[in-house]
């Protein structure tokens, strides 16, 4: 077959501020056959993305192309005057974003940013083109593919604003498609029927792909070979199954060693010996504005013990961290905090209270003043707390810095100076410095690369080990809270849905909405999408979306389960059941669903 | 990653950070030009502020003085040199005033919100809603025409642009994670603003303060032409295109240079806040791609 695309000795160089410019990439040859997905993978930092950029000819801002051929259909596009190469892009090579969100102009109708590129190259009429886009959306698999076009994009759900931007790249009928990172800002539910859009669509159209991802069990799904880029140079290339079962390099067993299994593939920790609660959340509702959020949630976290809050985007996770915390008032119910019940506002708390629990914010990147040292950072919570001062707060901050594993000469350093698996141990070390009895961790590890995040994790399991501190961990990881947390607890549309201890939580009988949330994450295997895609609960979930606030079973309209008449005019009491399970749902015990 | 060298930046040398473009060294020179001449003027100028030095009024450039004589027979290089001090000196103080002002109230309103933040907002945009020259014109014709009235109702006028923009700065930063962090400390609101919002707020306020600085020169000017401003003798730029405008029709230039050197001044203010944002952004945009 013939190669759609050939890179040869790419090089390219970016330049930071005020300095020279730095090789980004360093010689990456590849190639993509007519029908073939490559993928590209690494950490951040590796130039995935740049070099995914380079084969359209474009270096983004600050950066350029030094070195190199890129042939796209047997023409050397370096070579090209700047605008034939502008007039390729939307007609051969076409390029789709992580975020849709961002890509999509909000104040437009979808159809009409669907066929603005073929429109612009002169490809037919809008009417004719218009047609050819419903014909897509049907292969996408996009609810009434008729109206969906008329449409603005706030008005469908991000997996379905995910499909359309694949509609929107595959509207010109492109050799080459570019995806990069397509699913990552997407929950795991989503990511499936994405995922199978995905690459439908380009097995139907016979397109080559270039798929950039840090996700290996992703790549498994779609990639017929997968390149392995580790500092903007070729480590291994291989076809997919060589690269996952039999790696050649060590750095890609690094890689693979730092995916964690399924969840249900896990040794799941025995709960913890019964201690009293740190944290007592009873009953609680809250919410902004006229629209709430939570409704009637209560989680317990036992002293010393960790405690895993799961559910998709919007479901509440990190307004529960933010009421227990004291920065979003609740309306009802309690807060306690070590037997005592909270003032629902910080300011109301007094510092003891304070003290005690400490809030890790998810983006170490903006929840470091950029305009102080670490030092400073550090020793602010030492002061504020502990009345620490001069030589003795110093040494305080060189302790925590050890404590996180960072060098002590850390402290006069500004927060840009570190990267982000550094500033997230800073962001730890700022919680610590307080002395808690227990952390809030909002999503710490999510905009982490997975051997980063693999030793944070690692590090928070010592310090618990060391210091006796209790984590609230809020995660849409399944795999890593699996690994990680004794109790769990399931929230969906701001309720509970199902908590326990996490042996309990992730093996049967599950809550049906538990359930597809173990079974929507993505597996190390090969073939591993067809089998799940097409089960009546991934059909169910991606036929709806979630609901906020309605009546009966907040899942109902999502559950395949579902029992109509009772699930969507009642909402499910929590029951107890064997093992300190506790599940909210309609279905009889024996008809919950097993494995 | 490279992190290190790329943010060591701020510490290394202040003239290798600058990375001046040519527009922007043009405007430095020609500021710094005038401040050496608002600094040292009375030991420059060869004339006194409000010497006669010749029985010919609207001399042309080289009779005379170097520039000529004004309706007076004062020489315009003397009184260019004294004036560049008054205009810069007061345009310095009414940017300052409404810094102080408009800072402090845009800051609160965006930090203390509720009420607090209605009441100030709309009396702000009440304000605004009059042309300001217009507003400068009824307070100084209720006060009369004293420097202190005129440095205060400028200061004023111009600090309610300046309120909006701490405001919005203010709402910006202040749900960052960093100061939802210290929030959730327990910190106080004045440790919030001083310690977490007014630093990370400095680039654009700088900018912002150049441009304010511009603007309330050319006001003074504006006001001192309509004859509301500084007072004859003092020497200002402004009052000097008022005094000489008489001799344009003479062939005079006397109200040109003072004119030209109002441009000159603000013409370069603009260059160097524009080099500076252009220099802020520029670092941002390229941050996100070293990444």
Redesign the interface.
């Known amino acids: 077959m013939t190669d759609v695309l050939t890179i040869k000795n790419l090089h390219v160089e970016?330049?930071?501020?005020?300095?020279d410019y730095?090789p980004i990439v360093k010689g990456v040859s590849l190639n993509v056959r007519k029908g073939e997905v490559l993928a590209l993978i690494g950490e951040?930092?590796s130039g995935k993305s740049t070099i995914s950029l380079a084969a359209m000819g474009f270096a983004?801002?600050?950066?350029r192309i030094s070195r190199g051929e890129v042939w796209l259909n047997g023409r050397d596009i370096m070579a090209l005057p700047p605008h034939d190469r502008h007039a390729l892009r939307g007609d051969e090579v076409s390029y789709v974003a992580q975020s849709a969100a961002a890509s999509f102009n909000p104040a437009l109708r979808i159809g009409r940013q669907v066929i603005e590129a073929p429109l612009w190259h002169g490809a037919g009429d809008a009417a004719t083109l218009t047609a050819a886009a419903v014909e897509l959306y049907r292969k996408l698999d996009l609810p009434s593919p008729e109206t969906v076009g008329e449409k603005f994009p706030h008005q469908v759900s991000g997996g379905q604003l995910q499909r359309l931007m694949a509609a929107m790249a595959m509207s010109c009928g492109p050799d080459l498609l570019i995806l990069d990172e397509p699913t990552t800002a997407l929950d795991v539910t989503t990511q499936i029927e994405v995922l199978k859009a995905f690459r439908d669509i380009i097995r139907d159209q016979g397109t080559a792909a270039i798929y950039v991802t840090h996700d290996l069990a992703v790549v498994a799904q779609v990639a017929d070979r997968i390149l392995v880029l580790k500092n903007g140079e070729t480590v291994e290339e291989g076809p997919t199954n060589q690269i996952l079962h039999a790696p050649r390099h060590d750095y890609t067993r690094t890689l693979m060693a730092a995916v964690r299994p399924a969840p249900h593939l896990v040794d799941h920790i025995d709960p913890a010996a019964a201690q009293a609660p740190v944290i007592s959340v009873r009953n609680v509702t809250a919410g902004y504005g006229a629209l709430t959020i939570l409704s009637d949630v209560s989680v317990d976290v036992p002293a010393a013990s960790v405690v895993g809050v799961i559910g998709e985007s919007g479901c509440g996770k990190s307004t529960l961290a933010r009421v227990v915390?004291?920065?979003t008032p609740l309306r009802e119910g309690t807060v306690i905090l070590d037997g005592k019940p909270a003032a629902p506002a910080?300011?109301d708390?007094p510092?003891a209270a304070?003290k005690d629990c400490?809030?890790v914010?998810?983006?170490a990147d903006?929840?470091?003043?950029?305009?102080?040292r670490i030092g400073d950072i550090l020793g602010?919570?030492l002061d504020?707390y502990q009345g620490l001062k001069g030589r003795e707060r110093a040494e305080r901050v060189a302790e925590l810095l050890e404590l996180v594993d960072l060098p002590r000469g850390f402290a006069s350093r500004?927060p840009?100076?570190?990267?982000g698996g550094q500033k997230q141990r800073v962001n730890l070390a700022?919680a610590l410095a307080?002395d808690p009895k227990v952390i809030l961790c909002d999503e710490v590890t999510s905009a982490l690369d997975t051997v980063v995040a693999a030793g944070v994790i690692e590090l928070l399991k010592s310090l618990k080990d060391k210091l006796g501190v209790a984590y609230m961990f809020i995660s849409h990881d399944l795999s890593t809270v699996a690994s990680f947390a004794d109790e769990v607890v399931v929230l969906y549309a701001g309720r509970v849905v199902e908590k326990g201890p996490s042996k309990a939580v992730f093996s049967p009988p599950f809550h049906p909405y538990t359930k597809l949330l173990l079974s929507s994450v993505p597996e190390m295997r090969q073939g591993w999408l067809d089998g799940v895609a097409d089960t009546s609960e991934a059909r169910a979930a991606s036929a709806a979306s979630v609901v906020i606030g309605g009546t009966g079973c907040p899942f109902a309209n999502r559950c395949a389960l579902a029992i109509s008449g009772t699930c969507d005019t009642t909402a499910p009491a929590v029951r107890d059941l064997p093992g300190d399970l506790q599940i909210a749902c309609h279905l009889p015990v024996a008809e919950l669903p097993v494995s | 990653m490279s992190d290190v060298s790329d943010h060591g930046a701020p510490r290394a040398s202040v003239f290798a950070g600058l990375r001046l473009t040519w527009t922007a060294g043009l405007a430095g020179a020609i500021l710094l030009f005038w401040l050496v001449l608002a600094l040292f003027g009375p030991w420059i100028a060869p004339h006194g502020e409000a010497e006669i030095i010749s029985g010919t009024t609207f001399a042309p450039i080289g009779e005379g003085g170097l520039l000529g004589t004004d309706k007076l027979g004062r020489d315009v290089f003397s009184r260019l040199i004294y004036g560049v001090r008054t205009t810069m000196l007061l345009a310095l103080i009414t940017t300052l005033i409404s810094f102080a002002f408009g800072v402090t109230l845009g800051f609160a309103a965006a930090i203390l919100k509720g009420w607090f933040d209605v009441v100030i907002s709309r009396i702000v945009e009440a304000f605004m809603a009059f042309p300001s020259t217009l507003l400068a014109l009824v307070v100084i014709g209720a006060f009369g025409t004293s420097i202190t009235v005129l440095v205060l109702t400028v200061g004023l006028v111009l600090s309610t642009g300046v309120f909006r923009v701490s405001r919005a700065l203010g709402y910006d930063i202040g749900v960052m994670d960093f100061v939802e962090a210290a929030r959730a400390r327990g910190e106080g609101t004045w440790w919030i603003l001083t310690r977490e919002i007014l630093p990370n707020s400095m680039a654009p306020l700088i900018a912002e303060f150049g441009l304010r600085f511009t603007f309330s020169i050319l006001f003074l000017s504006g006001l001192s032409f309509l004859g509301l401003g500084v007072q004859e003798p003092a020497a200002d730029w402004g009052l000097m295109v008022q005094e000489n405008v008489g001799g344009l029709f003479l062939g005079s230039s006397a109200a040109l240079i003072p004119a030209a050197c109002i441009a000159s001044l603000t013409v370069s203010m603009n260059l160097l806040v524009d080099w500076f944002q252009q220099r802020q952004q520029g670092e941002t945009v390229l941050e996100k791609i070293d990444q």
């Open positions: 970016g330049r930071p501020p005020g300095g730095v951040s930092g983004r801002p600050g950066c915390a004291g920065l910080v300011r708390r510092r304070l400490q809030i914010f998810q983006m903006t929840a470091l003043n950029p305009r102080q602010r919570p504020f500004f840009g100076e570190l990267s700022r307080a």
